[in-house]
């Protein structure tokens, strides 16, 4: 009979001095998320901006950049991130406003022109 009242003091006695499992609240997690794509997309962004100031690019290059990859990954993982991140900051108008004058830069400095 000690035995049994032992075991269970025991187990009620670890039991008890668990740590409870912290509840992550959903925004906490987007705003982890948003930070963690943030970073991944400015770095792509900026290797975009690299290749393209780089004078050993080729044109065909910096058309699939200015044309294709820098505008999908700003509209579709840069801007939804740095809206959910600072969306006192930006709003999604002058973001996109930002992108042509980006665009409208490099398509002017190279004379591309994007097919659209």
Known sequence: MKIKIFVTFLILALTGCEKPMKI???SEVD????????KKSD????????????????QKDRIQI????YPAEYKNLYMPALLTLSPKDYTKQQLLENLEIALNYYKTSFGIKCAT
Request: hydrophobic residues 40%; charged residues 20%; positive net charge.
């Open 24 to 26: 992550v609240e959903s």
């Open 31 to 38: 705003i982890s998320i948003a930070h963690a794509q943030f």
């Open 43 to 58: 770095k792509k962004i900026g290797m975009f901006m690299d290749k393209l100031n780089n004078p050993q690019t080729s």
């Open 66 to 69: 200015i044309c294709k990859y």
